[in-house]
T-cell receptor, first 113, second 114 residues
Framework: ELKVEQNPLFLSMQEGKNYTIYCNYS?????LYWYRQDPGKSLESLFV?????AVKQEGRLMASLDTKARLSTLHITAAVHDLSATYFC?????????????FGKGTHLIIQP | GAVVSQHPSRVICKSGTSVKIECRSL??????MFWYRQFPKQSLMLMAT?????????EQGVEKDKFLINHASLTLSTLTVTSAHPEDSSFYIC??????????FGPGTRLTVT
């Protein structure tokens, strides 16, 4: 059974600071996703990581994937209030994208002025 | 970009009644759609995989007779919650697989059973 663990589950930080969210998964996977969810809303796709060593960046967010360690990170640089949200990582557990995703519990991020 | 819509966005129903939720891919054809459920302040849990023209595949612990899924066309999947009870109150979100690995999520349907 595929398990996905995120940490921390809750993070309060100040604007301008850097921080990293970690996502570990238990079995081999060929795809790792990061999503953002605002309160009462659905998911916004941030990144899809498909290969070992993949790194993607969008604005103040950067995601990386280490398939050997079964670890992905989401790094936040110089946080701003608008990044406050819940961030989920999710993993697909079979090849070709045929199956649905297994999600981590989410990281509730609050960025304070 | 790929757009997935859901209808209704919110629904309140009485215990014992059935509710149908629609998931549509607006600008692409989706052979596979997924249904997830999210309880307040929790993560998303995959309920079932909906394949066009065939029976849905349900995850362990999800009652297929209670959560009826129909994927009659390449742009529409429906989830019917039959004989709903208060414990079925949740946020139901569908997604569609696009271009191999990409998955796009609908806006969700908030179901409240009174």
């Amino acid at each position: 059974e595929l398990k996905v663990e995120q940490n921390p589950l809750f993070l309060s930080m100040q604007e301008g600071k850097n921080y990293t969210i970690y996502c570990n998964y238990s079995t081999t996977s060929d795809r790792l996703y990061w999503y953002r969810q605002d309160p009462g809303k659905s998911l916004e796709s941030l990144f899809v990581l498909l290969s070992n060593g993949a790194v993607k960046q969008e604005g103040r967010l950067m995601a990386s994937l280490d398939t050997k360690a079964r670890l992905s990170t989401l790094h936040i640089t110089a946080a701003v209030h608008d990044l406050s949200a819940t961030y989920f990582c999710a993993v697909g557990d079979s090849g070709g994208g045929a199956d649905g995703l297994t999600f981590g519990k989410g990281t509730h991020l609050i960025i304070q002025p | 970009g790929a757009v997935v819509s859901q209808h209704p966005s919110r629904v309140i129903c009485k215990s014992g009644t059935s509710v149908k939720i629609e998931c549509r891919s607006l600008d692409f054809q989706a052979t596979t759609m997924f249904w997830y459920r999210q309880f307040p302040k929790q993560s998303l849990m995959l309920m079932a995989t909906s394949n066009e023209g065939s029976k849905a595949t349900y995850e362990q612990g999800v009652e297929k007779d209670k959560f009826l899924i129909n994927h009659a066309s390449l742009t529409l999947s429906t989830l019917t919650v039959t004989s709903a009870h208060p414990e079925d109150s949740s946020f139901y979100i569908c997604s569609a697989r696009v271009r191999g690995y990409e998955q796009y999520f609908g806006p969700g349907t908030r179901l409240t059973v009174t």
